[in-house]
């Protein structure tokens, strides 16, 4: 079984350059192959899940060469289970992506450039979950972050240019930062895999350590978005095409969260920077739902939202305890899922409308009843309604909080409840205004083909009446106009044409993402069982140094 730890990781890869040596050639064979091995990658992430659990940790020195020299890989029941949703997500997005390509009659950008790039991500967040040693760890990012920047430009549209160019800056600033920890953990550690530094951090002097932790937690921060390091994620992320935007807020985000579990509990036992990481679940929490509060376009109050259900993860790690580390964990295998699958629904809100600006749509539980079905599941879901999967993570936070019984535990207590109440009222506002109230008068009608301000240059991009208020991303609306450049619709910046019926393929994707959501909910007895399990295995510590070091 140990064998088979690398193949979430090389499986991708082989399939990219399979991809890429093919070009645009055997469109459908390409598109077979990525679906497959996507595929292939779930069986093995459920696989070693599984292992995991029954088993305990599994590690591989690939080359046989025993640390700190070699690479080593890990699967434990934290790294397994995240594999496993991952796996699913990204295999939802790649198939609505599909849908969304063929919708949009793209028949070459998608597989010469998004699948090898996608293909990539995947395997870069793989390497990040597995990854047994902080330079390991860096190199998941940059592989994560090199495919990233191609998806988050795709179709180079003026828009998408500048995000990329703000997530280019912030992914380099943190990708130096991480650099510098590691050199300073070698220099004072000798070593930089994790099951040693486990072992040799604890001698060092108690001033070199917090400085350490502080350096990777800052790391971790920015990639998590957690605030007050969350500024550049709005501006970010709405701009790409929604399977884009779909994976990187559902997914990304969660990778930094996930690293700072795996080194707080690792490295740095004894909870000594609890109480500011408490305070930054706070202000998270409470600035991230605030400025959902304030945005009329769909994209960024979901992107702002996401900034503040991080703030729930943080809590959890900032309580250190097994009860609060066991919600943390079903809270970010449940906001993976959720997030995902809105970002997905705001692209058919997109298709069906041509716009996510919520002051210009409406009417479509009664014209679209599928799609608002699609909405209103997940929505409620990320509100933490009972007895959805949500509300599970909630509750369990909130009952280590209430265990805990500290100041900060009970100040979070109360920000967790005031921002699930407004994530409610938000996603409330979100249902009257684009699904309940009649669509307005300005709604683009069946059939109205979407242009890009860019045809006529940027001098002119902010002029003229046709300009929607919003990110500064959104189509202009024109009726019967041959097809034009779209910034905001389509994989690769060409126009799309409004459909009162939804892409067939999209609208699975989209259904399987909520059915595997609402799966934690009928599967909560056996999840939470679970994520105990992993808590204690997470304190115990000693479980993943045998499993590395033999010993």
């Known amino acids: 079984m140990n064998a088979l730890v690398p193949l979430p990781v090389l499986l991708p ?36 899940m599984i292992a995991a659990d029954f088993r305990g940790p599994l590690s591989v020195h690939l080359g046989d060469f025993a640390p700190p020299v070699g690479i080593t890989l890990v699967v434990d029941r934290l790294s397994g289970l995240m594999l496993t949703v991952s796996s699913a997500v990204t295999l939802c997005v790649l198939v609505y992506s599909l849908g969304q390509g063929m919708a949009d009659r793209d028949e070459e950008t998608p597989v010469a450039v998004f699948h090898p790039a996608y293909l990539i991500l995947v395997a870069g967040v793989s ?11 860096y190199v998941g990012f940059e592989i994560m972050l090199v495919a990233s920047f191609v998806l988050l430009t795709l179709g180079g549209t003026g828009p998408r240019v500048r995000a990329g160019s703000t997530y280019v800056i912030i992914s380099l600033f943190s990708s130096m930062l991480f ?9 004072a550690a000798g070593t930089a895999n994790l099951a040693q530094l486990a072992q040799r951090l604890g001698e060092l002097p108690l001033g070199v350590q917090t400085l350490i932790q502080a ?34 807020a559902g997914l990304l985000t969660k990778v930094g969260v996930y690293c700072m579990l795996r080194t707080e509990t690792l490295l740095f036992p004894g909870n000594r920077l609890g109480d500011l990481l408490m305070a930054a679940a706070l202000a998270s929490m409470v600035i991230g739902i605030l400025g959902a509060v304030a945005q009329t376009d769909l994209k960024r109050l979901l992107s702002f939202i996401l900034i503040s259900h991080i703030g729930y993860m943080v809590f959890g790690i900032g309580l250190a305890t097994r009860e609060a580390y066991g919600g943390a964990i079903v809270y970010v295998a449940h906001h993976i899922t959720v997030q995902t699958t809105l970002f997905l629904v705001a692209g058919l809100i997109e298709r069906r409308t ?48 209430v265990a805990d019984g500290g100041v900060w535990a009970w100040i979070l207590v109360a920000g967790s409840v005031a921002t699930s109440l407004l994530t409610l009222y938000v996603m409330a506002k979100v249902w009257n205004l684009a699904f309940w109230r009649a669509a ?16 006529n240059g940027d001098e002119d991009a902010d002029e003229g009446p046709d300009r929607m ?83």
């Not at 390497?127 to 760890?137: K, M």
């Not at 790409?240 to 990187?248: I, S």
């Not at 307005?440 to 045809?455: F, H, I, K, M, Y």
Request: net charge neutral; hydrophobic share 50%.
């Open 179 to 187: 650099l510098t920890a590691i050199a300073m953990t070698y220099a």
């Open 354 to 401: 041509g716009t996510t600006e919520l002051t210009r749509i409406g009417g479509l539980a009664r014209a679209a009843p599928v799609l608002a079905a699609l909405f209103f599941v997940p929505a409620m879901n990320l509100a933490g309604i009972p007895p959805l999967s949500g509300f599970i993570g909630k509750l369990g936070l909130m009952r280590a909080g």
């Open 469 to 551: 208020p919003g990110t500064g991303d959104e189509p202009v609306l024109h009726r019967h106009q041959p097809a034009g450049l779209a910034v905001a619709a389509t994989l690769h910046g060409h126009a799309v044409t409004t459909t009162t019926k939804l892409p067939t393929l999209m609208t699975v994707a989209t259904a399987a993402a909520v059915a595997l959501g609402l799966s934690f909910t009928v599967l909560a007895g056996p999840l939470t069982s679970y994520t105990d399990r992993t808590a204690a295995e997470l304190l115990a510590r000693s479980p993943y140094i045998e499993a590395v070091l033999g010993r």
């Open 13 to 48: 890869l082989c399939a990219t350059g399979l991809g890429l040596a093919f070009g645009t050639r055997l469109k459908q064979f390409q598109r077979f192959i990525s679906v497959a091995v996507l595929s292939a990658v779930l069986a093995l992430s459920v696989a070693l």
């Open 215 to 248: 350096m990777l937690l800052t790391v971790f921060a920015i990639k998590a978005a957690v605030f007050p390091l969350a500024a550049w994620l709005p501006d970010s992320y709405p701009t790409a095409p929604a399977p884009v935007t779909a994976v990187f």
């Open 127 to 137: 390497c990040t979950f597995l990854a047994g040693d902080l330079v390991n760890l």
């Open 440 to 455: 307005p008068p300005g709604q683009a009608a069946d059939g109205t083909v979407l242009e890009s301000d860019d045809e």
